[in-house]
Each structure stands twice: as C-alpha cells, then as structure tokens.
C-alpha cells in the first residue's frame, strides 16, 4: 500500500515482479503516471483511489486479477483492458470521467456494493456497462 506521497509524479513497476498479490494505491495526488502494471504477475487485486493518473494503461496484461477497484480518478476518461481479464470477478468504478466500461462476460460484477456513498454518487456519472460474450470480439 502507497498512500499520501506528495511528492511522486511517477511510478514504475520493474520486470519480473511477481511478489505482489495486492496493491493499493491510494491518495497519491502527484501522480500522474504509473508504468508497468503489466510486469505485476501474480497480481490478484489492484486498488487505485484518488489521484489524477490519465490511464490504467497495462491492465490488460494482469492475467491473474480478480478484484479491480478505481475510486475518485476524475482524468481517467477511458477505461480500457478490463474485457481481456479472464480472472476478473469483481469490478468498482465510482467517480471516474469514465461513461464505459467493457468487460468480458456477464459473470464480470461492476459495482457491486450497493453501500455507496450518496454524496459521492451526486458527483459521479453512470457507466454504461458493455459485454463481450464471443470469444471472437477479442
């Protein structure tokens, strides 16, 4: 977990890390950038909250996640990479400049607490919710 780092504009994530399961990071204001999320193997939960990265570029490539929650990233306007994690079971977006999100199938949960924070709705959008079901659109 990284938490309140005022100073950090970017974070990097080095080849061949596969010691890290979860990962937090949360109220990292400077940050605009974060690099190789792809290299994060074995990677079963990413949690990213408050922080005006523009992407969650390498998402993609987190073949082991289950568990994606992004919280209050108001620069995020596109979230892509969700639809090719075939392990995802669980996806929370609130409060992003995101309208879409894709996602593999119908067993894929968006949003599934229903324990939101009321003030912190009136600020968000709905997000339309996409499928893909055929192998085939990947």
């Not at 987190?62 to 892509?80: A, D, G």
Request: charged letters at 30%.
């Amino acid at each position: 977990t990284l938490e309140y780092m005022d100073k950090t504009k970017k974070l990097k994530f080095s080849k061949n890390n596969n010691t890290i399961e979860k990962l937090t990071l949360k109220n990292l204001y400077q940050l605009e950038d974060i690099e190789g999320l792809e290299n994060l193997t074995n990677l079963k939960e990413l949690y990213l909250e408050s922080m005006h990265i523009k992407n969650v570029k390498g998402v993609e490539g987190l073949e082991n996640v289950e568990k994606v929650t992004l919280k209050r990233l108001s620069s995020v306007y596109k979230i892509e990479g969700l639809e090719k994690l075939s392990k995802l079971h669980t996806a929370v977006i609130e409060d992003t400049g995101a309208y879409e999100v894709l996602v593999k199938n119908r067993n894929v949960k968006v949003n599934p607490d229903t324990n939101i924070d009321p003030y912190a709705i009136s600020y968000s959008m709905t997000i339309s919710v996409k499928y893909l079901e055929n192998e085939d659109n990947f």
